[in-house]
């Protein structure tokens, strides 16, 4: 999943994604150019809920449109499946 954002001003934003926790989720990791951002994201839960992931802060040098990737990496050993959930990624200025 490529996500495409444009960045009206440069300097760093948090970068946090809201998302549905499922028994068939997997565990992901965004990046950015081929350089993994943040932490990867377990996306499993026994039972549906609905959380947000903060992958932390990230400087873009100028404003421009940027494109990040989101790839399932593995699956939870308790999980029945490789899905991903996305409900949207925000961009904070800090």
Known sequence: ????????????????????KYATRGISQLSFKGTNIGATLDQYAATDSYA????GTFNLATADSYS?????????????????SFDDLVLTPQ
């Open 68 to 84: 990040f990737k989101y790839t399932v990496t593995e699956k939870n050993a308790s999980s029945s499946g490789y899905g991903s």
């Open 1 to 20: 999943m490529i996500f495409t954002v444009n960045v009206a001003t440069a300097g760093s934003y948090d970068i946090k994604l809201s998302y549905k």
């Open 52 to 55: 947000s992931f903060d992958f």
